[in-house]
């Protein structure tokens, strides 16, 4: 139990606050959270009132760390739940704050292993096999993988991969190009089949322009 002697505004953050009781500092919280609860100075914070608003106040800090970890790219759920418990927060804390991400619209793996197949072949092409292993070290479940990865088209990655490539070996006899693309496409999980047929059409585009 405490009272209030003092809710001042914090350095260098004007949208939060500095709570006091009993002549000596408690915590800071957001303004907007203080004014929600009906904080004031002389308020009296009973034992069950002040616990109550400290756990609601550490799963403040921890959606506050969830939002701005996510502001930088989406995340799947493992990844955010990683972040999290490196922050040092408790369980229960990262649980509520999942439940509440996943309420926005904010944490959903499914939409997640979409974002990383598309910006994968927009600017790093690569087969299914490697995107589904990417996926799957980023904790995606194993069902959302399959549907996902099975929207690549091999060929279509394996070309765009090697004409990315190609330009840099252009100069290059065939048999060079050959086995500098094929190791290039190779090291991206494609199959034999798809990278022979990527580098001859890469190949005979180079010669018509020639």
Request: glycine share 6%; charged share 35%; aromatic share 10%.
């Amino acid at each position: 139990m405490g009272k209030i002697t003092a809710l001042r505004q914090g350095k260098n953050k004007e949208n939060r606050v500095n709570l006091y009781l009993d002549g000596k500092f408690a915590f800071s919280m957001a303004q907007v959270k203080a004014k929600r609860e009906g904080l004031s100075v002389g308020l009296e914070l009973t034992g069950n009132r002040l616990e109550s608003l400290m756990k609601s106040l550490k799963i403040s800090r921890c959606l506050e760390t969830a939002y701005h970890y996510l502001s930088y790219r989406p995340r799947s759920e493992a990844e955010l739940r990683e972040r999290l418990h490196k922050r040092i927060f408790a369980d229960e804390q990262i649980e509520a704050v999942i439940t509440t991400l996943k309420e926005q619209h904010l944490l959903d793996d499914q939409k997640f292993a979409e974002f990383w197949k598309e910006n994968r072949e927009a600017f790093n092409p690569r087969s299914r096999w490697l995107t589904g292993r990417e996926l799957a070290k980023k904790g995606v479940d194993t069902e959302v993988i399959s549907q996902v990865v099975a929207g690549i088209d091999e060929d279509e990655s394996a070309y765009q991969a090697a004409a990315n490539r190609a330009t840099r070996f252009a100069s290059c006899e065939y048999d060079e190009f050959r086995q500098k693309i094929g190791s290039y496409l190779q090291r991206r999980g494609f199959s034999y089949s798809v990278i022979n047929r990527a580098i001859k059409k890469v190949w005979g585009e180079i010669k018509r322009k020639e």
